[in-house]
């Protein structure tokens, strides 16, 4: 005795009165879960099943003839073939799915300068020939950009395989540090060294900056690790003369002599004595109580 077949719409899983949309989406997801490739539990049963189930009621007429007469023999109506021709149809989508393969990514680490990565720049790269086709590509690194930023170049991976889509590249921004500068958010810091006589009276200073040399003033009395701020002269926070820029943070450095001529010595000995100070033995002189104890020793 044949199986009694089940209603349409409890195969599906919708309502009676449910949406062609509606029995679109149910037959997808069922398709999915129950094609013989993925699921074999009984045989390809369930997934005919399912399309038996969709080829009625996508058809409006057949529908209308389901919901007023029940099943209809498939012989008698045709159902047959239009469930063989659904099914086929199924199997070959999953057949050109299996073929397809995304393709791989690429990663690029790509190193610019501090200027560069300040003012934004366009740089040309070279793709390896073991990866993909050799070929060149232009990336633009805005004004601004922070190192260790990622930029991802949709599709311009390695191939897909089957018609499927490239994979996509991605391209890591390295800054190289300078010789002077280091950055602090949208600042840019720098130590600047004085000599004594500089940060005692005060000075003019030529300080390098992003855009070159500039004229800084500092006041007499000057400490070791104070900061001045030269303003917009820092990092761009966009690309354009007009953009808005962080300030350049100058710490100043006092240097010490390591050798003192014979007049330096005397004026800072001077300086020594008005600030109430000890005088030393100068370097090389002996005191008489080291010139007495040479003599015995001999």
Known sequence: MARRKRDYYAVLGVARDASETDIKRAFRELARKFHPDVNATDEGEKFREINEAYATLSDRDNRARYDRWGHADDSSSGLGAVVDAAQEIINDVFRRRRGKQKGKDIRYTLEVTFEEAAFGISKTISLPADTSPARELTIVIPAGMQAGTVKTLRGEGEPGKGGAASGDLHVQVRIAEHGAFRRDGLD???????????AALGAVLDVTTLDGSVKMRIPEGTQPGGVFRIRGKGIPQASGKSA???????????????????????????LGRSEGQAQLPAPGRKGLLDRVRSLLDE
Do not use: M, N
């Open 188 to 198: 840019v810091r720098s130590d600047h060294a004085i000599t004594f006589s500089q």
């Open 244 to 270: 808005p820029r962080g300030d350049h943070l100058v710490e100043i450095k006092v240097e010490v002599p390591t050798e003192l001529t014979a007049r330096q010595r005397e004026l800072i000995e001077e």
